[in-house]
């Protein structure tokens, strides 16, 4: 069974960082591109960022580039969100997101998702 | 950027109807590079189509998907009780980023 579980969410004051993780089970990562998507309380989904299976191909929302690095360690079966110059708007479940292949194409499955609150 | 823009925002059924949602994007979507997915309360997404029209493992067949370009629909020919969700419809094309819309609300009427 394929298990994406998300930690390193938190309270964080404006300005500040913070490094999220989304842990893989059940599947070899480097076999597949992956996702980060997030959603501010009550609004709908925003994707943040993607890297295929080697790390050969990043992108970013507008919002978040420049401020946001993904990366992945695939000895580790780990994927990783550093988020800098955190800002109150970065407020949201963070969810990652494995895609089908690996490039990033669609997301065929999700983690639980971890919380990142900013405010002073 | 490609925007999609979902109507309805709402969309009031009973069970046992049948639900139509638009999602249309600002440039063509390359390569039909377009999904579906279905979040409930308190749930995470799941994807249904992708592709613009092939549903994911474990899909109904009640769920089906057309489109190209810059217009795409989701139908689910006979609303299910389960079926009242939030859908989003994210492209994924050739180059990020890979936005989504803003979603269509399917109530019980």
């Known amino acids: 069974e394929v298990q994406l579980v998300e930690s390193g969410g938190g309270l964080v004051q404006p300005g500040r960082s913070l490094r999220l993780s989304c842990a893989a089970s059940?599947?070899?990562?480097?076999?597949?591109?992956m996702h980060w998507v997030r959603q501010a309380p009550g609004k709908g989904l925003e994707w943040v960022s993607g890297?295929?299976?080697?790390?050969?191909?990043?992108g970013y929302a507008d919002s978040v580039k420049g401020r946001f690095t993904i990366s992945r360690d695939n000895a580790k079966n780990s994927l990783y969100l550093q988020m800098n110059s955190l800002r109150a708007e970065d407020t949201a479940l963070y969810y990652c997101?494995?895609?089908?292949?690996?490039?990033?194409?669609?997301?065929?499955?999700w983690g639980q998702g971890t919380l990142v609150t900013v405010s002073s | 950027e490609i925007v999609l823009t979902q109507s309805p925002g709402t969309l009031s059924l009973s069970p046992g109807e049948r639900a139509t949602l638009s999602c249309r994007a600002s440039?063509?979507?390359?390569?039909?590079?377009l999904a579906w997915y279905q979040q409930k309360p308190g749930q995470a997404p799941r994807v249904l189509i992708y592709?613009?029209?092939r549903r994911a493992t474990g899909i109904p067949d009640r769920f089906s998907a057309s489109g190209s370009g810059t217009d795409f629909t989701l139908t689910i020919s006979r609303l299910e009780p389960e079926d009242f969700a939030v859908y989003y419809c994210?492209?994924?094309?050739?180059?990020?980023?890979?936005?989504f819309g803003q979603g269509t609300k399917l109530e019980i009427k």
């Open positions: 997101g494995k895609g089908p292949g690996p490039s990033t194409g669609p997301i065929d499955y």
């Open positions: 059940g599947i070899t990562l480097d076999d597949y591109g």
């Open positions: 890297i295929s299976w080697n790390s050969g191909r990043i």
């Open positions: 440039q063509s979507v390359s390569s039909s590079y």
């Open positions: 592709g613009a029209s």
């Open positions: 994210q492209q994924y094309g050739s180059s990020p980023p890979y936005t």
